[in-house]
């Protein structure tokens, strides 16, 4: 009977295709923004308490059965799946990722007291950690639609998948790192296409409009940050209790990352607006401009850019598969 089981990468317009899976610079305006005094408290580490005094025994049996599974020869994203299935998140409850648990077993503080797992465990996983990374590799090649790219299908941010025969693509990875595995495109036909999509949005007459104020939010998004640090100061003495501090914290935290992100798309806005009516002489340059030259020019001008289904036939690539989301 005919399986119709997907393909991972199918959605690519290379025959060969293999099985697959930033925040906005702020910018100046941000950079005006003074930080809120930070508290000494440091971010919780997986399997021990906040202090690191003890253990956190729920994830430090996690980390036990990870560290033996993997040495007997299961996969990290086996692994994963089977701690998201079961309901077991980071510290900061949100799903586990292949580089996450790979980064986690190989902890030095695993075997520092109190200890999670024993100091020959410890080694062995340093061991097969390090006997993954060898081998020879060609120089890597860096990407300049990094972050912009989204499945269709699962809405995944793609990422740059280096092969050793073919070319390279942009893919959707698979579930254990956040997407379906369903979809790929040659990542210089794209980068291409982009790049010209980009220039020519750069000679728009959309792009033309009134110099971009933002000192409104600038000091909105200051005032945020001094009420933190001031609630900070109100429970260190007393005056508030935990539980007061912990609900005013997360609704001025959440003003305050919604300001962070109108102050950025603000600062990308006139960063793009400056660039108006440059198309031309960009074009021009283009190829000797370096690639973080280019993903500047690419970022500014985009929120993002969605990747369709490849149509047959899938050895053709059509530039029609990219949909940009251009910044407004």
Same mark, same amino acid.
């Given at each position: 009977?005919?399986?119709?089981?997907?393909?991972?990468?199918?959605?690519?317009?290379?025959?060969?295709?293999?099985?697959?899976?930033?925040?906005?610079? *702020?910018?100046?305006?941000?950079?005006?923004?003074?930080?809120?005094?930070?508290?000494?408290?440091?971010?919780?580490?997986?399997?021990? $308490? =906040?202090?690191?005094?003890?253990?956190?025994?729920?994830?430090?049996? =996690?980390?036990?059965?990870?560290?033996?599974?993997? &040495?007997?020869?299961?996969?990290?994203?086996?692994?994963?799946?089977?701690?998201?299935?079961?309901? &077991?998140? $980071? *510290?900061?409850?949100?799903?586990?990722?292949?580089?996450?648990?790979?980064?986690?077993? *190989?902890?030095?503080?695993?075997?520092?007291?109190?200890?999670?797992?024993?100091? %020959?465990?410890?080694?062995?996983?340093?061991?097969?950690?390090?006997?993954?990374?060898?081998?020879?590799?060609?120089?890597?090649?860096?990407?300049?639609?990094?972050? @912009?790219?989204?499945?269709?299908?699962?809405?995944?941010?793609?990422?740059?998948?280096?092969?050793?025969?073919?070319?390279?693509?942009?893919?959707?990875?698979?579930?254990?790192?956040?997407?379906?595995?369903?979809?790929?495109? $040659?990542?210089?036909?794209?980068?291409?296409?982009?790049?010209?999509?980009?220039?020519?949005?750069?000679?728009?007459?959309?792009? @033309?409009?009134?110099? *971009?104020?933002?000192? !409104?939010?600038?000091? !909105? @998004?200051?005032?945020?940050?001094?009420?933190? %640090?001031?609630?900070?100061? @109100?429970?260190?003495?007393?005056?508030?209790?935990?539980?007061?501090?912990?609900? &005013?914290?997360?609704?001025?935290?959440?003003? =305050?990352?919604?300001?962070?992100?109108?102050?950025?798309?603000?600062?990308?806005?006139?960063?793009?607006?400056?660039?108006?009516?440059?198309?031309?002489?960009?074009?021009?340059?283009?190829?000797?401009?370096?690639?973080?030259?280019?993903?500047?020019?690419?970022? %500014?001008?985009?929120?993002?850019?969605?990747?369709?289904?490849? !149509?047959?036939?899938?050895?053709?690539?059509?530039? !029609?598969?990219?949909?940009? %989301?251009?910044?407004?």
């Amino acid at each position: 009977m005919a399986s119709n089981k997907r393909t991972p990468g199918q959605d690519c317009e290379d025959s060969n295709v293999e099985p697959v899976r930033q925040r906005a610079q *702020v910018g100046p305006l941000l950079s005006a923004v003074p930080d809120a005094p930070r508290t000494s408290r440091s971010r919780r580490a997986f399997g021990h $308490t =906040a202090d690191r005094s003890r253990l956190v025994e729920v994830e430090a049996a =996690a980390v036990r059965e990870a560290a033996t599974r993997v &040495l007997d020869g299961e996969t990290l994203s086996a692994v994963v799946r089977d701690w998201n299935r079961r309901g &077991l998140t $980071t *510290v900061n409850g949100g799903p586990w990722r292949v580089n996450s648990l790979s980064s986690l077993l *190989v902890q030095p503080r695993l075997v520092v007291f109190p200890q999670i797992i024993d100091d %020959a465990t410890h080694e062995r996983l340093l061991a097969l950690h390090a006997s993954r990374s060898k081998g020879p590799r060609r120089a890597t090649r860096r990407y300049l639609l990094t972050g @912009l790219l989204r499945c269709w299908r699962c809405g995944g941010t793609m990422r740059g998948m280096p092969r050793a025969r073919g070319a390279d693509l942009y893919v959707c990875p698979g579930p254990p790192h956040g997407g379906c595995s369903g979809t790929a495109v $040659t990542a210089n036909h794209a980068e291409a296409a982009i790049g010209a999509m980009v220039l020519a949005r750069l000679d728009s007459p959309e792009l @033309l409009g009134p110099p *971009v104020d933002g000192r !409104e939010i600038v000091r !909105e @998004l200051a005032d945020h940050r001094q009420r933190l %640090a001031d609630l900070g100061d @109100l429970w260190a003495s007393g005056q508030i209790s935990k539980e007061e501090w912990i609900s &005013l914290k997360r609704n001025v935290g959440q003003r =305050a990352r919604a300001a962070e992100a109108e102050v950025a798309r603000l600062t990308r806005i006139a960063t793009l607006r400056s660039m108006a009516g440059t198309g031309r002489v960009m074009r021009a340059r283009w190829p000797a401009m370096t690639i973080d030259e280019r993903r500047g020019v690419v970022h %500014a001008a985009l929120d993002h850019v969605v990747v369709l289904a490849a !149509e047959p036939p899938r050895q053709v690539f059509r530039a !029609e598969r990219l949909k940009p %989301a251009w910044l407004e």
